[in-house]
């Protein structure tokens, strides 16, 4: 420091040496979750989001018996999120152990503005990643134009991916943008389907390898997994694929 002794340092006058050897490992701790899926060993295998099953208490169970690398929460109404009463109930849902980490966030909504919000908003609660639902096929959710509708509109659907971003750079956070579809919605559309989530560049796409009007029904089309790794190689894109669809356990995915 400039100033002598006497004067005091006005960053480090009155705080001992310790105070920014913690914040220097508080920031090298950070840092490694800025973009943690890029540090990821590969094969590395997530735990899927799914309604009023993956909450706090089934996460911890889960993280003792078969912690998987990256944790998802149970996706969360961003429209909930932006309205005074729906957010005192939903940061409920958000509540999560630091022994969880890397945790991402899945949020759904229509609209834009309100993913921007909503981003914001879990970006300051610490999450390490935000997934933005585009697959789910409730009736409920695709009826405000969430979930699987996502796919009925691809420009509202970047639209989203954009906001997000913006949300993350609003909180001051450079935390990760992920999003999780379908093949399609009444049939398989991945080749235009696809190209086009990829131009709003998610960090990561999950692509549960059936569509809409499949459900649960029909198995995992894993070979349409491998279609869009080469579909995102053909176009020079970074966006890391995760297939999703039949796998019942971390054993039975590495199988």
């Known amino acids: 420091c400039p100033r002598t002794a006497r004067e005091g340092c006005p960053v480090t006058a009155g705080r001992p040496f310790s105070f920014f050897l913690k914040l ?3 920031k090298y701790h950070l840092s490694l979750f800025m973009n943690f899926w890029e540090k990821l060993e590969k094969p590395f295998f997530v735990l899927a989001p ?12 889960i993280i003792r018996y078969s912690r998987p690398d990256v944790i998802w929460t149970e996706f969360v109404s ?26 991402v966030v ?39 134009g969430a979930g699987a509708s996502c796919m009925k509109d691809p420009d509202n659907a970047v639209a989203l991916i954009q906001a997000a971003k913006e949300g993350v750079e609003d909180a ?18 991945l080749e235009e ?8 560049e998610p960090a990561v796409l999950t692509l ?10 029909v198995p995992a089309r894993w070979e349409r997994v491998k279609r869009a790794v080469e579909i995102r190689d053909e176009l020079g894109s970074k966006t890391l694929i995760i297939g999703n669809g039949d796998a019942i356990d971390i054993e039975d995915a590495q199988s």
């Open 106 to 144: 899945q949020l759904f909504t229509a609209h834009p503005e309100k993913m921007r919000e909503a981003a914001r908003i879990v970006a300051e609660l610490g999450f390490d990643g935000i997934d933005i639902n585009m697959g789910c096929p409730d009736k409920n959710v695709m009826k405000q």
């Open 193 to 200: 389907w696809l190209p086009k989530l990829l131009s709003a």
């Open 208 to 217: 549960h390898a059936r569509t809409k009007k499949d459900m649960s029904k």
């Open 78 to 103: 961003a429209d909930g999120l932006c309205h005074p009463v729906g957010q005192k109930a939903l940061l409920q849902d958000l509540v999560f152990q630091e022994n969880e980490r890397p945790i």
């Open 24 to 26: 220097s490992i508080l």
């Open 50 to 61: 799914l309604a009023n099953v993956t909450d706090a208490s089934f996460r911890q169970h």
């Open 172 to 189: 001051g956070k450079t935390i990760p943008v992920s999003v999780k579809t379908r093949l399609g919605f009444n049939e398989d559309v």
